[in-house]
């Protein structure tokens, strides 16, 4: 069964850059767009890139996403405490036929 | 945009529960629908969507609740349904419904099922 695959957790101080990674495989995001969600506690999630590196309206500047081949990344530039939340790449899988969702990285503000 | 989930609650292994979403603020019946779970302290599961009427109202699910799940709407109420038979323990988590089969643009709450004896 396909798999998208995340670091479980991810941390940096006010104002630093994080990168959280997403890896896949070709009938995934091998050949489809990525998005990215973000989640906090208790809350739906809320889509937060599309099309590997589109920003929603409303989404700050500061996110941003990017995809090459099976693998795909999101970077949080000038780290906020607001962006405290959990992150999921996710993208179609054809042998799914649906969406499958990274395995989540939680994001910490130190 | 609003999407409002009912109809979860605590029910045995075995037995059934049917999910509601009712929809809000857009033409419902032009958008797929699709449902996503999150078991507790999980990540995100994609269970099912359902086409608009002019894509033949197909359906699609996961494994994990194939023959067992069963996604409908009803576009002159403008509400989707999930009915969930045979629930499992591993069914256990807050299912949300959102606009679309991809990508999902827009969540309802969760409504949260526990599945226990």
């Known amino acids: 069964q396909s798999v998208l695959t995340q670091p479980s957790s991810a941390s940096g101080t006010p104002g630093q850059r994080v990168i959280i990674s997403c890896s896949g495989s070709?009938?995934?995001?091998?050949?489809?767009?990525v998005y990215w969600y973000q989640q906090f506690p208790g809350a739906a999630p809320k889509l937060l890139i599309q099309?590997?590196?589109q920003r929603p309206s409303g989404v700050p500047d500061r996110f941003s996403g990017s995809k090459s081949g099976t693998s795909a990344s999101l970077a949080i530039n000038g780290l906020r405490s607001e962006d405290e939340a959990d992150y999921y790449c996710a993208a179609w899988d054809d042998s799914l036929s649906g969406p499958l969702f990274g395995t989540g990285t939680k994001v910490t503000v130190l | 945009v609003q999407l409002v989930e009912s109809g979860g609650g605590l029910e045995q292994p075995g037995r059934s529960l049917r999910l509601s979403c009712a929809a809000s603020?857009?033409?419902?019946?032009?958008?797929?629908m699709s449902w996503v779970r999150q078991a507790p302290g999980k990540g995100l599961q994609w269970v099912s969507l359902?086409?608009?009427?002019?894509?033949?109202?197909?359906?699609e699910y996961a494994p994990s609740v194939k023959g067992r799940f069963t996604i409908s709407r009803d576009d002159s109420k403008s509400i989707a349904y999930l009915q969930m038979n045979s629930l499992k323990s591993e069914d256990t988590a807050v299912y949300y419904c959102?606009?679309?089969?991809?990508?999902?643009?827009?969540w309802g709450q969760g409504a949260l099922v526990t599945v226990s004896s």
């Open positions: 099309r590997n590196d």
């Open positions: 959102a606009t679309g089969a991809w990508p999902l643009e827009h």
């Open positions: 070709n009938s995934n995001m091998g050949t489809k767009n």
């Open positions: 603020g857009f033409n419902f019946g032009v958008y797929a």
């Open positions: 359902i086409r608009s009427k002019a894509y033949g109202e197909t359906t």
